[in-house]
């Protein structure tokens, strides 16, 4: 997994979990800062049910990559908020 240097100052332990829990979870070890940004910005309880979303979805459905849908779906979130649902 990409190694960074964390700023102690920056993300705290939680973060910083959560952030590798999705990087690996996704197998997507390049975007782990992108991960560390979503971990301060969003609900952690909301991030984990986007993953499970995503890691649910059979290999099949997936055009891009589960990192893109993961993104794409928080991105969703962040402009439409909790309410938002394409289902």
Known sequence: MKSINYDAN?????E??????????LDDPEALSLYLSYS??????????????V??????????????LFTHLVNQYKQYGHGYSRD
């Open 16 to 25: 910083i979990q959560l952030a590798h829990e999705i990087a690996e979870r």
């Open 40 to 53: 301060q910005q969003f609900d952690h309880d909301k991030l984990r049910e986007m993953l499970n979303r």
């Open 55 to 68: 890691c649910s979805i059979p290999d099949r459905q997936i055009r891009r990559s589960r990192g893109a």
């Open 10 to 14: 920056q993300y705290n332990p939680i």
